[in-house]
């Protein structure tokens, strides 16, 4: 059973991309998130870029239906994303992927690297407003080096998806939040 930092960290990002707020992630979610992604890239339907998004954001929503047994099978709950939560530790290899398949996202550059601007319009895309992630992006950066590799992304992908610990920094992938006073184990 997903803990409670789990569950609020869980809550925020399937909050963000519930675009309609129905309580129910569908397919138009993540269209109408990957074009709000795509607006904040300045990426024109049609484009490369564009392309690249939505291959992105709908391989990662025919994913998460997929594994999803609850409820109707065009839709995803709250409840079935927890439920995938609970099994990450057999699912650590798709985490690794889906967290290499969205820095490919995130690396607008395509340089390796995940810039502290390109980690800030991820975060605007996910929450469809302006944010600050000045706080957060250090927390993230463990080496300091102003980047995020490859391999601290996937590390603190897998972390915010699979891990319980409010002190690890994958825990802010998607951003600050109140974390729960105590944690369940």
Known sequence: MASEL????????????????????????FAALTERWAGVRGATPGSADHNRLTDIMMGWW??????????????????????????????????????????????????????????????????????????????????GDGYLSRAEFTELWTEFWAGDDQDSPGTWVFGRFEPPATVNG
Do not use: C
Request: charged letters at 35%; aromatic letters at 4%; proline letters at 4%.
């Open 62 to 143: 025919r994913t998460l239906l997929a594994t999803s047994h609850h409820g109707p099978r065009d839709t995803v709950t709250l409840d079935d994303v927890l439920a995938v939560v609970d099994r990450l530790g057999e699912l650590r290899q798709p985490v690794a992927a889906t967290a290499m398949t969205m820095f490919e996202a995130i690396d607008e550059d395509a340089d390796g690297m995940i810039s502290a601007p390109e980690y800030r319009r991820l975060i605007e895309s996910w929450s469809g407003r302006r944010t600050d992630t000045d706080e957060v992006f250090p927390l993230l950066d463990g080496d």
């Open 6 to 29: 789990q569950r609020r960290k869980v809550t925020r990002v399937f909050r963000a991309m519930d675009v309609n707020g129905d309580g129910l992630l569908e397919e138009a979610d």
